[in-house]
């Protein structure tokens, strides 16, 4: 029988793994991409990708749901 911290170990790597698969590469850099939102401009409070390699990188895409 698996102990919890085994259950929940599995249950946390097969999330981390879609998290993986599902998150796009910045077009720039080949760098994976994070879920920002946007804080100033015209599109405050909006959800966005944006280049995990910033502020070296600027690159974003829009975030689709």
């Known amino acids: ?3 919890f911290q085994e259950k929940y170990g599995a249950i946390e790597n097969i ?3 879609y998290e ?3 998150t796009p590469l910045c ?3 080949n760098q994976s991409m994070k879920i920002r939102t946007a804080k100033k401009g ?3 409070g909006s959800i966005f990708w944006g280049c ?3 502020p070296k990188c600027k690159a974003t ?3 689709i749901q």
């Open 1 to 3: 029988m698996c102990s």
């Open 61 to 63: 895409k829009k975030h």
């Open 27 to 29: 077009p720039e850099c």
């Open 42 to 44: 015209n599109n405050i």
């Open 20 to 22: 993986l698969l599902e």
């Open 52 to 54: 995990s390699n910033f």
């Open 15 to 17: 999330f981390s793994l």
